[in-house]
Antibody
Framework: EVQLVESGGGLVKPGGSLRLSCAAS????????MTWVRQAPGKGLEWVAR??????????AYGAPVKGRFTISRDDSKNTLYLQMNSLKTEDTAVYYC??????????WGQGALVTVSS | DIVMTQSPDSLAVSLGERATINCKSS????????????LAWYQQKPGQPPKLLIY???TRKSGVPERFSGSGSGTDFTLTISSLQAEDVAVYYC?????????FGGGTKVEIK
């Protein structure tokens, strides 16, 4: 059974940093394309970042609002995905979901981690 | 960047009736080399993560009820719930995965009339 469990959310001040983790199990993590999607309170889904699997070069891509501030990475030895978030803004407040699937089809989702950016 | 536009924003349908949700992309998401539309549909119920319903625009994910169907090609797509059930109350999103940045539609809220 595929499981994705996010952790690391919390309250942070504007300009601060936070690192989210996503522990994966139940599939071959090293070859999976992994994605972060966020959802601001009461709003729709927003694609944040994606990292390809090892066999596809591990390349990354980012949404415009987070490019240059967020970094997606993976540790295949730990079956864990990360999202390093720097220079956080109030508009980054959201539930952050970790997701995986076939390519960019988001087949499996975690329960999400809440990040609140507020002074 | 590809912009996804859904309509309507919300709709109320009687139990057993048909619900139709539209999704339009700002450019084609049909990949000519394999003739596949890189378009997916997701269902999100309150307090839950999204759930993949349809991929390649019309392929139903295993376990998804047959009343859910997807159609369309190029830039215009439709999600149809043929006979609305109470458990289908949710927000539905389309998503293009043709090119990054990937993008979602704004969502359509489906309620019972």
């Amino acid at each position: 059974e595929v499981q994705l469990v996010e952790s690391g959310g919390g309250l942070v001040k504007p300009g601060g940093s936070l690192r989210l983790s996503c522990a994966a199990s139940g599939f071959t993590f090293s070859s999976a394309w992994m994605t972060w999607v966020r959802q601001a309170p009461g709003k729709g889904l927003e694609w944040v970042a994606r990292i390809k699997g090892q066999t596809d070069g591990g390349t990354t891509a980012y949404g415009a609002p987070v490019k240059g501030r967020f970094t997606i990475s993976r540790d295949d030895s730990k079956n864990t995905l990360y999202l390093q978030m720097n220079s956080l803004k109030t508009e980054d407040t959201a539930v952050y979901y970790c997701s995986s699937g076939y390519g960019d089809q988001l087949d499996f989702w975690g329960q999400g981690a809440l990040v609140t950016v507020s002074s | 960047d590809i912009v996804m536009t859904q309509s309507p924003d919300s709709l109320a349908v009687s139990l057993g009736e048909r619900a139709t949700i539209n999704c339009k992309s700002s450019q084609s998401v049909l990949y000519s080399s394999n003739n596949k539309n890189y378009l997916a549909w997701y269902q999100q119920k309150p307090g839950q993560p999204p759930k993949l319903l349809i991929y390649w625009a019309s392929t139903r994910k295993s376990g998804v009820p047959e009343r859910f169907s997807g159609s369309g090609s190029g830039t215009d797509f439709t999600l149809t719930i043929s006979s609305l059930q109470a458990e289908d109350v949710a927000v539905y999103y389309c998503q293009q995965y043709y090119s990054s940045p990937l993008s979602f539609g704004g969502g359509t809220k489906v309620e019972i009339k």
